[in-house]
Structures are given as structure tokens and as C-alpha cells.
């Protein structure tokens, strides 16, 4: 029973913030310690949210939005004035109105998203969610209440619960009774993997448009039902650094407005003032660009929000640490900063609502009418309708709606290919995107051939054109060209077989049937040369699946997983072959068993790296993987692999002997060993292994008139560097290697890193001097970059070593690496 007078006398009684603590619990109230003296697990930092909503419920909506790989609940809590929460669902239909066209008025408040702790080790600012949140609804704080007139507020607490807890776990763990301030000290030095990343070890600050981790898909669904005026995520930088804010550095994207780029300023004046009244240092305009479109800042940028990065020094900072200054750096001052430039964003955001809701308004009806690119429609074309799909998939988990040509339409358009104008010639399928529509300037900054840069100092790479990245054939049309709605790949009509079938290798989708197909034990056959069956012609890679040498279900299984992938496989009742081989050829090689695949992982190996392949064979390609820490080796027997991945990685003595005649036994006993990028290259270093680098270009001698001054040093590094730049690499599509590539692959080139041409190895993808297509590159890593080899494949014994310059799973959304993993790992030829 509630007691007026008992809870007023208690009130005399005590200190007033206990009155309010009854109500709504400040975070020190609820968590029994002040903000950043203890690290927060995310589990508390959950409950507290709860408690805050259920203390505050017409204030406060909490919107669970799906959970991490680990299990962790992921939510965003809406936060505004009792009349806003009320019609929460009113306001956000309004915003989305403005977004596809069908609201005029502008009479909503401003949307300001705040998004905490991507990178799960620069935890401080899931500490300041929470002062945040209580500050929003602390009845003593009127500010925030003038503030919450104008705007309704989100907070993510926390992006990456899995990463955060596995650096808050191990910190726990390794501090003692009081912190130690010694940089020196284990408690700030975090063990592999660290927990930037999440469980699989990506950086889902790289994955806002790619959308490959679970975090990333449910967050973006819940971020598109709402589209905010402004977006904020919150980073850690190294613990010496002081913080950064906006405005953001050089090079922004050309398709950011004058609005984005001025209210950048006007939100970092703000956030500066209230850092000089505190003598807190920062910077700006440096450093944090806009410009690769997967950050969460770029992402709302193109998606019409003020879209900036804030970041605090802190990173290995643990609870407190001395840093260069000679000064401490504790938790509770590195939240409070944070705290500081959420309120500042808020109230910024606060005073000009008519202006950001405006701008926002505008931005949608400029992208609706496609009057920001000078591309009005952008048509893609394959022989064969899945890597087509896939692109169409990943357009349209951003927002943007996609199309096919239904004519056999005739135009003049950039083909991409020999990136001149040209004619546009239909392959067989088509996906054809307008720019005008409510999404038309992310689909622009995505599909554009080239992307416009004015300085290259970038912490990112500089080129991700799709239909590059897709492995399909891209035009680029200054005319509307007119498509039909929707794509979709035609329904696979598969017959019943007695003898066998056939089906088409020409995308990663049949690497998956094929993963698919070794799973289920079934024994598949795959063809080196062309053929023609049953008038249908296949070409190299053909899989053929026959009740020879197969169990019963062989052909209820190979009609599921074809028809689950929706690829076209033939039945067949004969081994005859129209032309070409015949299935008894010497020129069909079985694929007798599923290959055991391990790869090596932990120390030495690169955390993200590791993390692509892993999450590459349980989530892309659906395959069974063994990690094998590598420090480990000498207590591991490799024999009972078939297939080693070496990831990218500093290892320890790769070429050492203990680990080379193990290497070399495996292989030589039939193993393939694929060693990737810098793995790759620390094998060349080895005689035994029989590659070389090529040698980069010598430096001419220095001249007195042309030494290096010491203000230029940032831009004399751009010359030799290479950011992340697209190549065309000429595939030999008749090794097992390049099949299905069509003998054309485009790399994600982020080093110089280039083989020699050898007799010994089948030189697989070569560079020429054609190579460069899109990205920065600077003049010296240009020159080193003119000819050589990026695949090759060795034959060691009775198997095989595959070496790849480049990362071919990059961020697991390169699409058209994925399928030349899949060869190396399936298909070994000879
Ligand atoms: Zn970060």
C-alpha cells in the first residue's frame, strides 16, 4: 500500500537523491559503485537499462532487437517526453515518411541515435550509456527535459556485448586490488584475440553495409524501421591520444552535403566548448575520414543522417594508466567525456531540430530524384543468374530496391570491364538499379566504378565498386534505363535420375552445393575439361554426382541441396558425352571424400584474418573447420587433415625446420596447405617451397634536391602506399583454381606483395600492366605493382601448396574470392 505521509517522512529523513533513487536509480545507486571505478558487465548494464524503463515506463521504451552469437541480448531503449513515448510508433512512421516521400510536414522531433562500444576493448563508453540514460530521465535534470522537447533519443548501450565482456572478463581477471597505472603492467596488456572484435572475430565497424555478422543484420533491421537525424558511435582510441570529434578529416565522400558537413562543425564547436570549460584537450579534422561506406558513421552519412565517430583515448587503459603526459587516465574521467559529448550531441541536435529534420527531408527528396549522380541507373550482367543474386541480396538488405531488364535493351553506357563507354551487351541476366529512389545515393556510393576521392589518407580501403567485388559485368548509364521491379533467379525445375547429375560450377553458390553435397558423403565428380550432356553444355568445374560409387540417398540428396540453392542441375541417364569427355575420362576427377579442413589460428595468426576464415566455412560456406592454435604445432598430427588454411599472420618461425618438414610431410603425402597473404609470403622466404617474391623496384639514389622534409612525411608515405585498391587479376580458368572464374577475378590489392612467374608452379591469377582498376594507389606501389603472379599452385609430392597474395574472403564480402577459396579447399586437380 502506498503511504503518502511515510514516503514524505522518509524523504525528510534521508538525503533527497534517495527519494529519487526509489524512483529511477542512478547507476551508481543501482550498480553499488560510482561509473568507471569497475568495469560494468554487460549483463549489468542490460538489467540497469531494464530497471530505468521499468521505473520510467512513459519515458523509457526498451526494444529488444535479437541476441549475439554468444547469446547476449542486443536492445536500443527510446527515450523522450511522456507524449513522445506515447506515440513512439506515430513519430517513427512520420520519419519514415519523409524518408520514401509520402510525409510533407516537418512537425516531428529530431531522431539522435547513439550508438556505444562497437569495438567491445574501448569499453568506456557502455559505462557512459548508462549516465546517459540517467540523465535523460533524472526528474532533477530539466535540461534534458527542454532538450527531449525537440528530440527523442536512442541508445544502443552497447554494439558488441560478446567483445565487450570478453575484454571486461579477462581485464577482471587480471587486475588485483587496486589498478596499476604502470602502461607496463599485464592488466594492460590484452591476450589474442583482444576484444575489439566479435565472437567471430570481426570488426563490425567494418560491417554497417555488408551486414555478414548477426549483430550487424539485426541492428540494421531495427536502424531502417527508424532512419535518425543524427548518429553517433563510440570508440577508444590509443590511451594517449586525447579525444577526437567532428568535424570528420579528409577524404569525404563527394556525396555529402554542405548541411552534413557544416552541422559537423556546429556539433563540434558545441562539444568544444564545454572541453575547454574543463581543460580537456581534443582534436578535429584529422585522422577519422568519411569516406569507405561500412563504418557507422559513413553509413548514416549516406543514409542522411550526421553520421561521426567520437573518440576517447583509452585503449589498454584498463581502470587507470599513465600515459604520456605523465598524467593518469582513469575510467570514471574517460566515461565522463563520453557522457560529455552525448549530452552535447543531444542538445546541439536540440536546438536545431527544424533544421535537421528539414535537411534530412531534403537529402531523401534529392536521392528520390536521382539528382545527386550523374549515373541514373546502374545494370549488371552474368551468364548464369547467382552471383547476380547475391549482389541483388546485399542491395537489398540496404534499403535499395532493385530491378531486372526485361527487353533486350540497347544503350550506351561505362562498361566496366574496359572502363570506357561502350555498348551495353546482355550476358544472359540482368540487375538494374535506379539511382533515383529513396536509398539512390547509397546505391550510387556502392555500385559507382570509381569513387571520388581528393586525398588519399585514408584508414580504409579506397575502392569496393560492387560489380567488382561480384565478379559481374557492370554498366554505369547516364539515361534512365527502364527495368522491370524485383529480382529473382529462375525456378529450378530437377528431374528424377536413376544414373546421375550434373551441375553447373560457375559461382560460390555451387562451391555451397558442393560443400553441401561432401557433408551429406556424397562422392562427387567434377570435370577438367568442357562438355555437352544431354544438349546442355558445361563448362570446366562441371560437378557430376552419379549412383556409381554412392550410397542410396545419393539422388534425393543431390535434388534437395540443388533445388535449396535454386541451381539448375541436369539428370542424366547416360555417361556419353555429346562432345567432350565421356564421365569415365581420366579428365573427371572424384572428389572421394569430404576433405578435413583445419587452419591455423591464435598467436602469431591475425586475429581479423583468422576470424574471415573461420566465419567463411561455418557461416558462407557451411562447412566443418578445425582451428588449431599454432603455437600448438608440435603436439599436433597434421596427417589427419586432407586441407591447412594459414591464414594472414606474423608467424613465428613458419620456416623454421621443425615447422617446414611437417609442412612438407603433410603435403608430400597428398595435404594441400593454402597459405594466405603474408603467410604466403613468409614461405617464399623458404627455398624448400620453391616460390619468390618478386623484388620491388630499386629506390634510386637520393639526391640533395630532392630529400624528404620533415612536414611532408604523411604525404611521402602515401607514395609507396596501397590503401585497399581494386585489380584485375586474368584468371586460368582451366586449373581447378580458376573455375567458374570466366579467367577474370578482381582482387582487393592492399599490398605490393607480387610472385614471380615460374615454371615450377601453375601461375593461376597473373597481373599485367592493364591490371589497376579503381582506388588509390600511390605512384611507388603503382610501379612495383606492373606484372606478376597473385595465385599460384605448387605440387608438392603427392599434394599440393596454394599461395594467395591477397585476401580473398576480405571481410567475407568480397564475393568473388569466396568461390576461389572454395576451388582450393575441393577441387585439387592432378
Ligand atoms: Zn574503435
Given at each position: 500500500?502506498?503511504?503518502?505521509?511515510?514516503?514524505?517522512?522518509?524523504?525528510?529523513?534521508?538525503?533527497?537523491?534517495?527519494?529519487?533513487?526509489?524512483?529511477?536509480?542512478?547507476?551508481?545507486?543501482?550498480?553499488?559503485?560510482?561509473?568507471?571505478?569497475?568495469?560494468?558487465?554487460?549483463?549489468?548494464?542490460?538489467?540497469?537499462?531494464?530497471?530505468?524503463?521499468?521505473?520510467?515506463?512513459?519515458?523509457?521504451?526498451?526494444?529488444?532487437?535479437?541476441?549475439?552469437?554468444?547469446?547476449?541480448?542486443?536492445?536500443?531503449?527510446?527515450?523522450?517526453?511522456?507524449?513522445?513515448?506515447?506515440?513512439?510508433?506515430?513519430?517513427?512512421?512520420?520519419?519514415?515518411?519523409?524518408?520514401?516521400?509520402?510525409?510533407?510536414?516537418?512537425?516531428?522531433?529530431?531522431?539522435?541515435?547513439?550508438?556505444?562500444?562497437?569495438?567491445?576493448?574501448?569499453?568506456?563508453?557502455?559505462?557512459?550509456?548508462?549516465?546517459?540514460?540517467?540523465?535523460?530521465?533524472?526528474?532533477?535534470?530539466?535540461?534534458?527535459?527542454?532538450?527531449?522537447?525537440?528530440?527523442?533519443?536512442?541508445?544502443?548501450?552497447?554494439?558488441?556485448?560478446?567483445?565487450?565482456?570478453?575484454?571486461?572478463?579477462?581485464?577482471?581477471?587480471?587486475?588485483?586490488?587496486?589498478?596499476?597505472?604502470?602502461?607496463?603492467?599485464?592488466?594492460?596488456?590484452?591476450?589474442?584475440?583482444?576484444?575489439?572484435?566479435?565472437?567471430?572475430?570481426?570488426?563490425?565497424?567494418?560491417?554497417?553495409?555488408?551486414?555478414?555478422?548477426?549483430?550487424?543484420?539485426?541492428?540494421?533491421?531495427?536502424?531502417?524501421?527508424?532512419?535518425?537525424?543524427?548518429?553517433?558511435?563510440?570508440?577508444?582510441?590509443?590511451?594517449?591520444?586525447?579525444?577526437?570529434?567532428?568535424?570528420?578529416?579528409?577524404?569525404?565522400?563527394?556525396?555529402?552535403?554542405?548541411?552534413?558537413?557544416?552541422?559537423?562543425?556546429?556539433?563540434?564547436?558545441?562539444?568544444?566548448?564545454?572541453?575547454?570549460?574543463?581543460?580537456?584537450?581534443?582534436?578535429?579534422?584529422?585522422?577519422?575520414?568519411?569516406?569507405?561506406?561500412?563504418?557507422?558513421?559513413?553509413?548514416?552519412?549516406?543514409?542522411?543522417?550526421?553520421?561521426?565517430?567520437?573518440?576517447?583515448?583509452?585503449?589498454?587503459?584498463?581502470?587507470?594508466?599513465?600515459?604520456?603526459?605523465?598524467?593518469?587516465?582513469?575510467?570514471?574521467?574517460?566515461?565522463?567525456?563520453?557522457?560529455?559529448?552525448?549530452?552535447?550531441?543531444?542538445?546541439?541536435?536540440?536546438?536545431?531540430?527544424?533544421?535537421?529534420?528539414?535537411?534530412?527531408?531534403?537529402?531523401?527528396?534529392?536521392?528520390?530524384?536521382?539528382?545527386?549522380?550523374?549515373?541514373?541507373?546502374?545494370?549488371?550482367?552474368?551468364?548464369?543468374?547467382?552471383?547476380?543474386?547475391?549482389?541483388?541480396?546485399?542491395?537489398?538488405?540496404?534499403?535499395?530496391?532493385?530491378?531486372?531488364?526485361?527487353?533486350?535493351?540497347?544503350?550506351?553506357?561505362?562498361?566496366?570491364?574496359t572502363k570506357k563507354e561502350g555498348d551495353f551487351v546482355n550476358e544472359g541476366f540482368t540487375l538494374a538499379v535506379s539511382t533515383a529512389q529513396a536509398h539512390g545515393i547509397l546505391a550510387r556510393v556502392l555500385l559507382e566504378p570509381i569513387t571520388q576521392i581528393n586525398d588519399s589518407n585514408t584508414y580504409d580501403i579506397t575502392a569496393w565498386s560492387l560489380p567488382y567485388v561480384f565478379g559481374v559485368h557492370g554498366f554505369a548509364s547516364k539515361e534512365k534505363i527502364s527495368a522491370q521491379s524485383g529480382y529473382s533467379v529462375p525456378v529450378v525445375n530437377i528431374s528424377n535420375s536413376q544414373y546421375g547429375y550434373i551441375i553447373p560450377y560457375n559461382s560460390f553458390k555451387s562451391a555451397k552445393v558442393l560443400a553441401a553435397l561432401l557433408h551429406k558423403n556424397i562422392k562427387v565428380r567434377y570435370a577438367e575439361k568442357p562438355f555437352t550432356s544431354n544438349g546442355v553444355s558445361f563448362e570446366p568445374g562441371a560437378l557430376i554426382v552419379l549412383k556409381t560409387s554412392n550410397q542410396d540417398n545419393w539422388a534425393i540428396d543431390t535434388k534437395a541441396i540443388c533445388e535449396a540453392a535454386q541451381i539448375q542441375a541436369t539428370a542424366v541417364s547416360t555417361g556419353w558425352a555429346e562432345k567432350g569427355t565421356d564421365f569415365g575420362s581420366p579428365d573427371i576427377r572424384v572428389i572421394n571424400h569430404a576433405p578435413k579442413v583445419a587452419m591455423f589460428t591464435g598467436d602469431n595468426v591475425g586475429a581479423l584474418a583468422a576470424g574471415e576464415v573461420w566465419n567463411y566455412f561455418e557461416n558462407q560456406l557451411n562447412y566443418p573447420i578445425t582451428q588449431l592454435n599454432y603455437s600448438n604445432l608440435s603436439r599436433i598430427d597434421l596427417n589427419v587433415y586432407d586441407v591447412i588454411i594459414a591464414p594472414d599472420g606474423a608467424y613465428k618461425d613458419l620456416i623454421g625446420k621443425m615447422v617446414t618438414d611437417k609442412l612438407q610431410a603433410f603435403t608430400k603425402k597428398g595435404g594441400v596447405l593454402i597459405a594466405l597473404e603474408s603467410a604466403a609470403q613468409q614461405l617464399s622466404n623458404n627455398a624448400d617451397w620453391g616460390f619468390k617474391l618478386k623484388e620491388t623496384p630499386k629506390q634510386d639514389k637520393l639526391d640533395v634536391n630532392d630529400v624528404s622534409k620533415y612536414g611532408n612525411s604523411v604525404k611521402d608515405a602515401l607514395q609507396s602506399s596501397i590503401p585497399g585498391s581494386i585489380y584485375k587479376v586474368y584468371m586460368d580458368a582451366t586449373h581447378p583454381l580458376g573455375f567458374g572464374t570466366n579467367g577474370v577475378y578482381y582482387t582487393n590489392k592492399q599490398d605490393i606483395a607480387i610472385y614471380e612467374p615460374s615454371k615450377e608452379v601453375w601461375n593461376v591469377g597473373v597481373v599485367k600492366k592493364d591490371s589497376y582498376v579503381a582506388g588509390f594507389v600511390g605512384y611507388k606501389a603503382k610501379a612495383a605493382l606492373q606484372e606478376g603472379v597473385l595465385m599460384g599452385v605448387k605440387n608438392v609430392g603427392m599434394g599440393k601448396l596454394v599461395y594467395l597474395a591477397d585476401d580473398v574472403v576480405y571481410r567475407n564480402f568480397w564475393e568473388g574470392g569466396k568461390l576461389i577459396l572454395a576451388n582450393a579447399v575441393f577441387l585439387n586437380g592432378k
Open positions: 500500500m502506498f503511504k503518502p505521509f511515510a514516503a514524505l517522512a522518509l524523504g525528510l529523513l534521508c538525503l533527497p537523491f534517495l527519494v529519487v533513487a526509489q524512483t529511477v536509480p542512478s547507476p551508481a545507486s543501482f550498480l553499488g559503485y560510482t561509473v568507471g571505478t569497475k568495469f560494468t558487465r554487460h549483463h549489468q548494464i542490460v538489467a540497469y537499462f531494464n530497471t530505468v524503463a521499468q521505473a520510467k515506463p512513459d519515458m523509457v521504451k526498451i526494444m529488444p532487437y535479437g541476441k549475439t552469437n554468444e547469446d547476449r541480448p542486443l536492445l536500443v531503449a527510446a527515450i523522450g517526453l511522456p507524449e513522445n513515448i506515447a506515440k513512439l510508433e506515430q513519430i517513427r512512421k512520420h520519419n519514415k515518411g519523409l524518408v520514401d516521400g509520402s510525409v510533407s510536414d516537418l512537425n516531428q522531433p529530431a531522431i539522435v541515435w547513439l550508438s556505444y562500444n562497437v569495438h567491445g576493448n574501448e569499453p568506456a563508453s557502455s559505462e557512459a550509456a548508462m549516465l546517459t540514460l540517467f540523465a535523460l530521465v533524472d526528474p532533477a535534470n530539466t535540461k534534458t527535459k527542454d532538450w527531449l522537447k525537440n528530440t527523442v533519443v536512442m541508445i544502443d548501450p552497447c554494439i558488441n556485448p560478446d567483445g565487450r565482456d570478453r575484454y571486461v572478463n579477462w581485464y577482471n581477471n587480471a587486475v588485483g586490488n587496486f589498478y596499476n597505472a604502470d602502461p607496463a603492467a599485464r592488466e594492460h596488456m590484452e591476450p589474442w584475440p583482444a576484444g575489439r572484435s566479435n565472437h567471430y572475430n570481426f570488426d563490425l565497424n567494418r560491417d554497417w553495409a555488408w551486414q555478414t555478422q548477426v549483430e550487424t543484420q539485426q541492428r540494421i533491421a531495427l536502424y531502417q524501421q527508424w532512419y535518425p537525424q543524427v548518429h553517433v558511435d563510440y570508440h577508444e582510441q590509443g590511451f594517449n591520444e586525447p579525444y577526437y570529434f567532428a568535424p570528420a578529416a579528409e577524404p569525404l565522400h563527394d556525396v555529402l552535403t554542405q548541411w552534413q558537413k557544416d552541422f559537423q562543425v556546429q556539433i563540434g564547436k558545441n562539444h568544444a566548448k564545454y572541453f575547454d570549460q574543463n581543460n580537456w584537450l581534443f582534436f578535429t579534422k584529422e585522422r577519422f575520414d568519411l569516406l569507405y561506406p561500412s563504418y557507422g558513421d559513413t553509413y548514416p552519412m549516406y543514409n542522411g543522417a550526421i553520421g561521426m565517430t567520437y573518440e576517447q583515448g583509452g585503449i589498454g587503459a584498463g581502470l587507470g594508466i599513465v600515459n604520456e603526459s605523465s598524467d593518469t587516465l582513469t575510467l570514471v574521467s574517460r566515461a565522463q567525456h563520453h557522457f560529455t559529448t552525448s549530452l552535447s550531441t543531444i542538445e546541439i541536435s536540440a536546438a536545431n531540430k527544424e533544421n535537421l529534420v528539414a535537411a534530412f527531408k531534403k537529402y531523401f527528396d534529392n536521392s528520390r530524384q536521382g539528382a545527386t549522380s550523374t549515373y541514373k541507373t546502374f545494370v549488371m550482367t552474368a551468364k548464369e543468374p547467382h552471383a547476380l543474386e547475391a549482389l541483388a541480396n546485399l542491395l537489398k538488405k540496404n534499403d535499395i530496391e532493385v530491378g531486372t531488364i526485361t527487353n533486350a535493351a540497347s544503350f550506351k553506357a561505362f562498361d566496366y570491364a
